[in-house]
């Protein structure tokens, strides 16, 4: 399976809206457009969309959506919102078979759930072209495309990309936090 994991776009934190039902703020709606472009210009489009229930999963998906221009399956559902890295891979695990596919969520449990499914870097080499989620930027709408890795190709663990910064892959030091 070809896994996408996308954080939703920046929120807005100054209404007195429930946490659920927060909008993305004017940097998030800016944001999610770049996201869809930058995610349509390397190949990753979904052909299924696993989206949280928030207001603001929802908005990213929506503005998102016409800048990868397609149309892919679209399942909302609750249990993705605040989910834990555990409930998050077992939602995987009842998905469809539809690939790749597109999980948008919330942290800390999509950066949980990266680092679960990746491989640990036995050596220099792979940890030169490897970025822990850990690490990643201060960006609020983040892509982390998870591929599998093994000593005969030069796919990178993570290729990562943020409204902050242009794409960069392969990277043992990743762009500070902003």
Not at 21 to 45: C, E, F, I, Q, T
Not at 113 to 121: E, F, K
């Amino acid at each position: 399976m070809r896994l996408l994991l996308l954080r939703h776009a920046k929120s807005d934190w100054s209404g007195s809206l429930g946490d659920h039902d927060r909008p993305l703020a004017a940097r998030g709606r800016k944001a999610a457009p770049r996201m869809g472009a930058v995610m349509r210009k390397k190949g990753y489009v979904p052909a299924l969309v696993l989206c949280s229930t928030a207001e603001r999963t929802k908005e990213t998906l929506e503005l998102l959506l016409p800048a990868l221009r397609a149309d892919p399956k679209i399942q909302y559902d609750r249990a993705l919102y605040l989910a834990e890295w555990p409930v998050l891979l077992a939602i995987l695990q009842g998905a469809a078979a539809d690939t790749p596919l597109l999980m948008i969520g919330h942290n800390p449990g999509l950066e949980q759930l990266a680092s679960a499914l990746a491989v640990q870097p036995q050596d220099a080499a792979e940890r030169a072209r490897s970025c822990s989620p850990s690490h990643l930027p201060g960006a609020q709408c983040r892509l982390i495309q998870l591929a599998s890795y093994s000593s005969s190709t030069t796919t990178p663990l993570f290729e990562i990309f943020s409204d902050e910064c242009s794409a960069f892959a392969g990277s043992h030091r990743c762009p500070p936090r902003r």
